[in-house]
């Protein structure tokens, strides 16, 4: 999945320009900018020009220097060349500000390696960055970042390598957009939209030279689009700038008992962090070919969801595949009926309390000690959380391979004395799945021991109204698990 790092950066620094005045720049004000700016990321940057604030016309221009950023980093400065980033930021009345960017720092490589040579480069083509903030719209800072493509090669040469080794990588358009607004309790909610088109990797490894040489490994990776949403709700963003300054203004130095004591009361302001986190990523018509085969599908689907540290929690996890298909030489043709083909999992996590064990944990911290906190707090923090009856829910999903067709669903609480819950898994039919292990059975006796377990299971399924075979499996608190009422036998 593409990356939502530079639109955050950007955000972030545009957030840093403090107060606009709607009047032409001036030096002056260039000072407050920089000003604003150490407050978040201290003066080293300043003071070495990494970042520079100038006056132009009506506009005021930040201005990262790359390359002084790589030499602070120590990368040798005749290895790696990255052009300047520049930043128009424009006053308007009321302190609403606009930022505008339409070049992107191309970035070149050559450098000597331990047995070779590298070189490569980074380009982005038609890069365009607009953002607008004002404080007195509910829906304060709204962003528009687009990329009419970015291209990076990499080639390697090894003196015991029979040919070069290369990277390419093309990215096809991509566009960004945020939007934040103001919530209640001085929280803002974050919405975040990317989409990408065509993207393509390949990497192209040799062997050793000499009378043996060969591929290392070839490979190829592609899909046509991608889309990401993320959402974040009730975000406690006036208790993270306030956090961030702090630690910016004292960077890496030894806290007093007084200022732990201050950090404490900035981390309780700071939570329950947000209040839901939401992110949705779908990947279409992905590829895969190395030398051993071919991996396709013409869909993937993940989805995230968390609350803060709450006093209900709720955090989920879901993934989709869609026609998953894998190809090679090297695997019997029988393993294509076996192989899966589709996947709808969706995990949910749920659980009380969370909110009094952050309490916990923050008033205990031990700022700066070998363990954040005591094995005494460690039990009560695990007391907490068993009392909040956390409790993982598997939504109705479904697994298929050519042979099969399996829905399942259920739930487990996490609980003192032990683990109980209930599950559902049906499926349409056994027969394939047997008749295709009874055949490869007859050279095989895994295959047979596999064989003999489907039909076992087979023989525990009650049949549904709709035809489907049914097992309901039910975990007990005492241990004891029974499927359709028959106990399972117990490992010793």
Known sequence: MTNIAV?????????????????????????AIEQGYARYFGRTLLERAI????PRGDDYVATLDLQKALELLDVPAKGLRAEAFALAMTPMAGGAWKVKADHWPAIALDMPTSSGHINGA????????????????????????????????????????????????????????????????????????????????RVDMRGKAGPEAQDAGNLTYSYKTATM?????????????????????????????????????????????????????????????????????KALTQTLRASGLTAHGDYGFGVKLDRLTVKSALLPSWISALTPA??????????????????????ELDVGGKEPVSPATADRLRAIL??????????????????????????????????AGHFKISADSLDRTLALLQTLGQDGAEMQGAMLGVTYLKGLATTGPDGRLVWLIAVGADGEVTVNGTPMPRGK
């Open 7 to 31: 639109p955050a950066c950007l955000l972030a620094l545009g957030l840093a320009i403090g107060p606009a005045r709607a009047e032409p720049a001036t030096p002056e004000g260039a000072k």
């Open 51 to 54: 970042v520079s604030i100038a």
């Open 122 to 201: 980074i380009e982005a083509r038609d890069f365009r960055f607009d953002q607008v903030y004002d404080p007195n719209r509910p829906d304060f800072l709204a962003s528009a970042l687009t990329l009419g493509g970015l291209d990076a090669t990499a080639h390697i040469r090894d003196a015991d390598a029979a040919a070069p080794a290369a990277i390419e990588v093309r990215q096809g358009a991509m566009a960004v957009a945020t939007r934040a607004t103001t919530a209640p309790g001085g929280a803002i909610d974050v919405a975040l939209k990317q989409t990408s088109g065509e993207f393509a990797e």
């Open 229 to 297: 949403d993320v959402a974040i709700d009730g975000l406690h963003a006036r208790a993270i700038d306030a956090l961030w300054r702090w630690l910016a203004a004292r960077g890496a130095a030894d806290l007093a008992p007084a200022d732990r004591e201050e950090l404490r009361a900035m981390l309780r302001d700071l939570a329950p962090v947000w209040d839901n986190f939401q992110l949705g990523a779908t990947i279409q018509d992905i590829s895969y070919d190395m030398a051993l085969g071919h991996v396709g599908m």
């Open 342 to 363: 589709s996947l709808d999992l969706d995990l949910n996590f749920a659980i009380a309390g969370l909110d009094e064990a952050a309490r916990v944990a923050i008033d």
């Open 386 to 419: 068993l009392a909040g009856a956390p409790k993982l829910s598997l939504a109705p999903g479904r697994f298929t391979t050519p042979t099969l067709d399996l829905a399942f669903e259920g739930e487990l609480a996490i609980a003192k004395p032990a683990p």
